[in-house]
């Protein structure tokens, strides 16, 4: 029984590692990969606030609608002008605004960095 656990156990660590080794690793120092630019990208939305919901609940509501954003963006890079796109940071900011007839909204601001390897007939244009 413990044979069969362990082999399971180094036949799912393999699985996983080689789907690991299958992506480009984005060094820890900063440096981009040789071929790979980075891009950033700035997302600004506006949610009408709602003042019978509980605040908290608004503000994940807009960063998570920034997120979905976020997750989706290096799939239109792909689509667009890369053969590879990896997300390397988010940036979020919420504020509340009020105005004049006390009705607000949230306003939720970011910054998605990628590093993203262009397709070769962008290759000219950098």
Known sequence: MIAIRFCAAVAVLTLAASG??????????????????SVQSSISLSLPF???APLDEQVQKAQKSLYDIASRNCSVVVETIA???????????VDMQRGN????FLSVRGQ???????????????
């Open 20 to 37: 690991a080794y299958g992506q480009t690793a984005l060094p820890r120092n900063g440096m981009m990969p040789e071929g790979y630019v």
């Open 101 to 104: 007839n006390r009705d607000g």
């Open 83 to 93: 053969e590879d796109c990896k997300i390397t940071g988010v940036t979020n900011n």
């Open 50 to 52: 709602d003042q019978s």
């Open 112 to 126: 998605i960095n990628m590093a993203i390897k262009l397709k070769a007939s962008m290759q000219g244009l950098k």
